[in-house]
């Protein structure tokens, strides 16, 4: 890419009328420009344009645009004149499963996760390829095409550790802008995983912290770790030379790597700022099930003891029965008061392989206690690991304590189920659950629907910049060797790991009252009108599932409304050739793993559509919001949720006991994450947690994207219900009943806070705001 094409990136102003398209496409365009908005004058009014695409030089891409006006029109129902058009454009897109991806491409092919190893690197980087076998399911992504690598012909060849320039399709990238914010707020993450010479600032890098102290003094509120003047231009120095082959030349130029005056100072997080030790308080431990950056987890349990796939819980009653509040475990079964964070039986196959390289890793099983005022109250936590012959387990039980012996080994028991529910999280929760679920339905959206299609324009916000961030992700994150594997517990069978748990995933399960049904936290509630989800909270005072369901209103209520105008009735889906062709290739190509079983809407009413459409922009917007945007708030703290552990438990008797007894809080502080990984840890937490300053929030679009006056009318409607939810939260957490709303910590719930009157004014890390897309 020559330097002036990627100036002539920055023309996002650049009006041009129908006319001087056309005109340019003519002389073939001898500079790639921005196309953003266009109109031209006819005799009835103004036709408007939304182009919002990057136009290359005819000579690069051998053909021809095309644009359409802001009009949107069923198939059914297209202007005769535009009917083949409409067919040539979408087709256009397609491509053929052939070629290396240029960088003008516009094409959209599905592939599998055959992009995470690197065999030619050694095989201790070979990584399983993900999707397309019975072994190893999983979503699809963009295919690249990149040639196969030299030693093993199903993966794709890797030319750098660290590739930022990855294909994707034009209109699916970073602004210029966002792409150079995004780069100098990684260089936290990335300045000690792309510079060996920066681990020589950590001291024995590897090495245990020597205090609490010691740990809090990572964060600027104690002046961070002080670096010399030095040491520190001796770093960026690096980091430039390191940068210039990752990026191109002008962009390398717009990163302000050194904006921080300190690559190893780190923000103080919300779980310290109020109450310093908040962190270890059992209280703040079960709010976090409910109100922290994890809160899809926590389940009811249905049955006592707890079971798994292979035998029952060691958990018995005379465990947990004297700290139910006067209940008996009858009792507090038979009102829905026992809860259960179950991390045990997708990870005991795992044990052997996660437990080696210093990882001491444990399947867990934590019960808590509902109290009459709905926080919950940790009762015991179960730790297992296999046992020397197959299919055997040894599992221990840890009891919550105030003092003494019990209480520090009850320290260490939630330090390892925080590891547990950490890589979930970051695996699941977060990358599987939205950022690979989603990908597929933007290939489908781009290959089936076209842009006239009203559908498409319902999409399109909340489809920005994810096909991008997902690729970066594959290339710095989830790769072999990447930071994930060098961080979480998992290490080189993350991923793998990830396809294990995407065997239980179903479409239609990520729609948040059935999921919270499914995990026993409502209750069918239809014909309700004061519960217009059509669920029940099992308790009010459940911030995620509260808000939650709010914003899944008010999503769906807008999506109700919006088909309503062009759907007239369940024939009029049914007989849309471009929905049908779009929900067919989501099941059988881009979740093609998924094809045959539960979980796909038949999509042949309104309401299949509807509910669809509802899940797909929740799981982009309202869940993902509530996954990463607390993380810095909560993980950014490791002592609250520590990534791994490099130690057991002791037992009675061993001469880790007697260490263990010497001092307590040293054995705690040697079992968590070495300096280098801590550190790495959590630069890469800020990063993830950082709004950027071009984000888009749910509610907001430039509503000359569309030239209907009764699609703006309802997208008021929208905007407006989302103000009263604004409302209604500071309310709820100004509430004094609702304690799961600050809890000990005293971080108010905003995760699901849409701040709509504040969205692009404010940006870094906020805690709240609801992005349209998975854009980070």
């Known amino acids: 890419m020559g330097n002036q094409d990627l100036e002539n990136q920055h023309l996002y102003s650049f009006i041009a009328a129908l006319q001087l398209i056309q005109a340019q496409a003519k002389e073939k365009m001898s500079e790639k420009a921005r196309l953003k908005h266009g109109k031209s004058k006819r005799h009835d009014g103004i036709i408007y344009f939304d182009c919002r695409s990057w136009v290359y030089p005819f000579k690069k891409t051998k053909s021809g645009r095309l644009f359409f006006s802001n009009n949107s029109y069923l198939p059914n129902h297209t202007p005769r004149a535009l009917v083949q058009l409409r067919q040539w454009e979408l087709a256009s ?17 599905y592939d599998y996760y055959n992009d995470l190893s690197n065999p030619d690197k050694g095989q201790e980087h070979a990584r399983p390829v993900l ?86 003094d990572m ?47 780190f923000p103080l997080p919300q779980i310290v700022t109020e109450n310093e030790l908040a962190w270890g308080n059992d209280e703040e431990f079960g709010r976090q099930m409910l109100a922290g950056t994890n809160p899809a987890r926590i389940k009811c349990l249905q049955e006592f003891p707890p079971q798994g796939r292979n035998r029952g819980s060691t958990i018995h009653a005379s465990h947990i029965e004297h700290n139910l509040d006067g209940l008996t475990l009858v009792q507090a079964m038979n009102e829905w008061r026992i ?90 929760s977060h990358w599987l659950h939205t950022h690979a679920v989603v990908e597929p339905f933007i290939i489908a959206t781009r290959r089936q629907l076209s842009v006239m299609h009203p559908i498409n324009w319902l999409l399109r916000p909340h489809f920005k910049d994810t096909m991008h961030i997902n690729a970066l992700a594959r290339s710095i994150l989830i790769n072999s060797g990447g930071i994930l594997e060098k961080t979480l517990f998992t290490g080189e069978i993350s991923m793998e790991l990830s396809s294990e748990l995407y065997k239980e995933w179903r479409f239609d399960e990520q729609a948040l009252p059935a999921d919270l049904v499914k995990r026993g936290l409502a209750l069918e509630d239809p014909d309700n ?31 109700t409304d919006y088909c309503s105008l062009f759907y007239k009735d369940d024939y009029s889906v049914n007989s849309d050739v471009e929905i049908q062709a779009w929900w067919s290739e989501i ?28 899940t797909l922009i929740w799981i982009a917007s309202g869940l993902h919001a509530s996954v990463n945007f607390g993380q810095y708030a909560y993980a950014g703290y490791p002592l609250n949720r520590p990534m791994l ?27 968590l994450p070495g300096r280098f990984q801590m550190s790495l840890a ?38 407006e219900h989302l103000h009263e939810i604004e409302k209604t939260i500071i309310q709820r957490n100004k509430d004094p009943r609702f304690k799961n709303r600050s809890g000990p910590a005293k971080i108010p719930y905003k995760l699901l806070y849409p701040d709509t009157s504040n969205a692009g004014s404010k940006w870094g890390i906020t805690g709240k705001g609801i992005p349209n897309s998975i854009s980070i």
């Not at 010399?228 to 082959?245: A, Q």
Request: hydrophobic content about 35%; proline content about 5%; charged content about 25%.
């Open 529 to 559: 009108p004061n519960n217009p989800s059509g669920v029940q909270l099992l308790f009010d005072d459940y911030p995620y599932g509260a808000d939650g369901l709010d914003i899944w209103h008010a999503i769906k209520t807008w999506v």
């Open 219 to 265: 964060f600027s509120s104690k002046g961070g770790q002080a670096v010399g003047g030095k040491v520190r231009e001796k770093l960026k120095g690096k980091v430039r030379e390191k940068l210039k082959k990752l990026v191109p030349n002008v962009l390398f130029k717009e990163i302000s790597y050194a904006g921080k005056e300190d690559l190893l100072k």
């Open 682 to 719: 959590i630069a890469l937490i800020e990063v993830l947690s950082t709004h950027t300053s071009d984000e888009v929030y749910l509610g907001q679009r430039p509503l000359l994207e569309c030239a209907d006056n009764g699609v703006q009318q309802k997208f008021s409607k929208f905007n």
């Open 645 to 671: 552990c490099r130690k057991f438990i002791p037992r009675e008797g061993t001469e880790e006991f007697a260490e263990f007894l010497r001092d307590p809080d040293k054995y705690y502080l040697s079992m």
């Open 131 to 216: 999707g397309g076998s019975e072994l190893h399911p999983y979503p699809c992504r963009l295919r690249t095409g990149h040639p196969p690598s030299n030693t093993e012909p199903s993966a794709e060849s890797r030319t750098e550790t660290i590739n930022l320039d990855i294909y994707v399709p034009p209109d699916e990238r970073f602004s210029p802008k966002k792409l150079s914010e995004f780069i100098s707020n990684s260089i936290q993450a990335t300045v000690h995983f792309i510079i060996p010479e920066a681990k020589s600032l950590f001291k024995q890098d590897s090495s245990s912290f020597k205090s609490f102290d010691e740990i809090h």
């Open 587 to 614: 099941q059988n190509a881009g979740h093609g793993d998924k094809r045959n079983e539960a979980g796909w809407y038949k999509m042949t009413t309104l309401l299949d559509l509807i509910e669809a459409l509802t």
């Open 93 to 109: 897109l397609r491509g053929d499963g052939t070629q290396v991806r240029k960088e003008w491409d516009r094409v959209y092919d």
């Open 339 to 428: 809860f259960i964070l179950d991390h045990h039986d997708y990870l005991m196959p795992y044990l052997s392989k996660i437990n080696t390289k210093g990882v001491c890793a444990y399947a867990s099983r934590t019960l808590f206690f509902l109290r009459a005022d709905a926080t919950l109250k940790p009762l015991a936590i179960e730790l297992s690991l296999p046992g020397s012959s197959e299919d055997t387990e040894i599992s221990r039980v840890f009891l919550p304590a105030k003092k003494g012996t019990e209480a520090a080994l009850w320290q260490l028991a939630k330090a390892h189920v925080a590891a547990n529910d950490s890589a979930y999280h970051q695996l699941i």
